[in-house]
């Protein structure tokens, strides 16, 4: 069983709220898009090492990153490799590769 947006919304706040300093020079939008049955979408937001988390559409997102939310849920858990989703084809990237490259600092 997989969560709902609110809760993965819920768990990236508290990981970020748990390690603040792994968020030192990361400065951006991350769109995420999950498909699929638990699917949907969500936001967070970096700036001044603080980050907000919402869900819906950014504005105007520096990076959207889509995969199913099952595989989100592996990501989520540390069981999949944002580089190995990636270069598998369950993670697809648009945008600041750079800035998505600090994408699992975010995560965990």
Same mark, same amino acid.
């Not at 699929?36 to 819906?56: D, H, N, S, W």
């Given at each position: 069983m997989w969560m709902a947006i609110a809760e993965w919304v819920e768990t990236l706040r508290a990981n970020i709220a748990q390690h603040p300093e792994k968020l030192s020079g990361v400065e951006g939008t991350f769109q995420f898009i999950l498909t699929g049955e638990e699917g949907g979408a969500f936001y967070a937001q970096a700036a001044g090492g603080r980050?907000?988390? $919402?869900?819906?559409? =950014?504005? #105007?997102? %520096?990076? +959207?990153? +889509? @995969? %199913? =939310?099952? #595989?989100?849920?592996? /990501? @989520? $858990?540390?069981? /999949?490799?944002? @580089?190995t989703a990636f270069m598998s084809g369950r993670l697809k990237l648009q945008g600041d590769i750079g800035l998505a490259l600090r994408l699992q600092s975010l995560l965990g």
């Amino acid at each position: 069983m997989w969560m709902a947006i609110a809760e993965w919304v819920e768990t990236l706040r508290a990981n970020i709220a748990q390690h603040p300093e792994k968020l030192s020079g990361v400065e951006g939008t991350f769109q995420f898009i999950l498909t699929g049955e638990e699917g949907g979408a969500f936001y967070a937001q970096a700036a001044g090492g603080r980050v907000e988390v $919402a869900e819906g559409q =950014a504005p #105007d997102p %520096s990076v +959207t990153i +889509t @995969m %199913s =939310a099952e #595989d989100f849920g592996e /990501l @989520m $858990a540390g069981r /999949l490799n944002p @580089m190995t989703a990636f270069m598998s084809g369950r993670l697809k990237l648009q945008g600041d590769i750079g800035l998505a490259l600090r994408l699992q600092s975010l995560l965990g």
